[in-house]
């Protein structure tokens, strides 16, 4: 059902005919009460409502001209769309004019999309084929209930075409929100408060967890900044997050080292990704990349502008991820921002490891806080390269610039912010009122050009 009382319902009465001739399924559609989805708009939204107990939720003519309908009235009234649903799949009785609707459908969740309007789905128990692999899965965030069955195919179909049973946790929710297939777990109950944090018409915080108390390790130079850098103590870009952000809806993604939210900043409505190098050893793999780019995407789409906070010894250099394409997801989203038509905002909050961090960090402005440091290798990694000794890497730290100070002498940043959760906030609220597109790429060019000669 929708989650906010209904304004207007669409197309109560529309209906379709048997174009098979299928056995039985003329007297069985004639004495439906209504078709297998229901449409319309409530005060905040348009949505789509799937309903199992006719015919099993199968879409037929009849249910996907009702949702091309309601995506294009939703376009007209610039309406996000709610998607619940609760379906077996293309209706079988009307064959391949049924089948017909995932491409019609398709298109007007795409058409939907392209209009810059949000899109979320609530799929409950079993959402499976042509709806799934359809308008169903082309939304911006996925919530789906405990333990409910999803999947392309069915498992009694997937197990009657492969000809043997399926793994125990199959086609389940939690198997794809394990494989960041599915941003939210949540119970049929919970399902109206993930739909109003989602449109923003309620607040949800990202909850913060406890941290190993602070130690300074002391010293001065740029080898003490490294150290202080990667303190176990010091907040991880997702911890900064957890308080930067009044609220956040997870964009969840297979690679917890990267994290990435539809969230609040100082009552502004953005896109947040923020790194965790508590998490496993704090290195993006390809698929944490993948999830930056999402975020990416979607804030281009809706007009939203986005921040990163950044704290990554690097990318993941292991033999599984360079088989994953390394190299290509991080080209990749240097690509996403810099084709990214609103405004960037990115901190580095901890350690800026070489071009894994660079790749979150192009941004129209780029700040970073005090004892954070950013370099194009590690220092460990430089000494093995010039000194062919790993030990020796305290003495090359000093000679790589990566203290913030550093940074800011070389135009590479903006700002140098001073330690503590709240000027962090100060500055990054001040930052999203001056961002402007474009800066992102002129930064670096002037901090080229001065070094450039003839």
Known sequence: MPYHPVVQEWDADLRAGDPLGFPGYDDQRRALPHESVRTGRTEHYAFIEGRFEVIGGSMGAAAGEKVVRAYR???????????????????????????????????AAQRHAEAGLLSLAVYGSPTTGGVFASYGSLVDLRA?????????????????????????????AEALYEQGLIDELVDPAGAAAWVEAALGLRARPLP???????????????????????????????????????????????????????????????????????????????AGFRLARRAVALAGRLGLPVVTLVDTPGADPSTDAEADGLGQEIAATFAALAACP???????????????????SYADRLLMCEH???????????????????????????????????????????GVIAEGQDALDNAVAAALEVAEVGERERRFDAATDRWLIG
Request: with cysteine; net charge neutral.
């Open 144 to 172: 789906a209930h405990r333990e409910a069955v999803i999947g392309f195919a069915g498992p009694r179909v997937a197990e009657g075409t492969l000809g043997r049973s399926l793994p125990p946790g199959s086609h389940t």
């Open 208 to 286: 913060t967890r406890p941290l190993p108390a602070y130690d300074d390790p002391g010293g001065e130079g740029a080898w003490a900044e490294v150290l202080r850098a990667r303190a176990p103590g010091r907040p991880s870009g997702v911890d900064r997050a957890a308080r930067l952000c009044s609220s956040w809806v997870e964009l969840r993604g297979a690679d917890p080292t990267v994290r990435a939210g539809l969230a609040t900043v100082d009552g502004r409505r953005c896109v947040v990704v923020a790194t965790d190098r508590h998490a496993k050893d704090g290195r993006p793999t390809p």
């Open 372 to 414: 954070a440091v950013f370099s194009v290798i590690a220092p460990e990694g430089a000494a093995a390269i010039l000194e062919r000794d790993v030990t020796r890497a305290p003495q090359v730290a000093e000679v790589l610039k990566l203290t913030s100070a550093d940074m800011l002498e070389l135009g590479i940043v903006d």
């Open 342 to 360: 609103t405004p960037v905002v990115s901190v580095c909050v901890g350690e800026g490891g070489s071009g894994g961090a660079l790749a979150l």
């Open 73 to 107: 009235r939703a376009v007209d009234l610039g309406l996000p769309m709610v998607v619940v649903t609760k379906t077996g799949g293309a209706r079988v009785q009307e064959g391949m004019i049924a089948l017909a609707q995932l491409a019609r459908t398709a298109s």
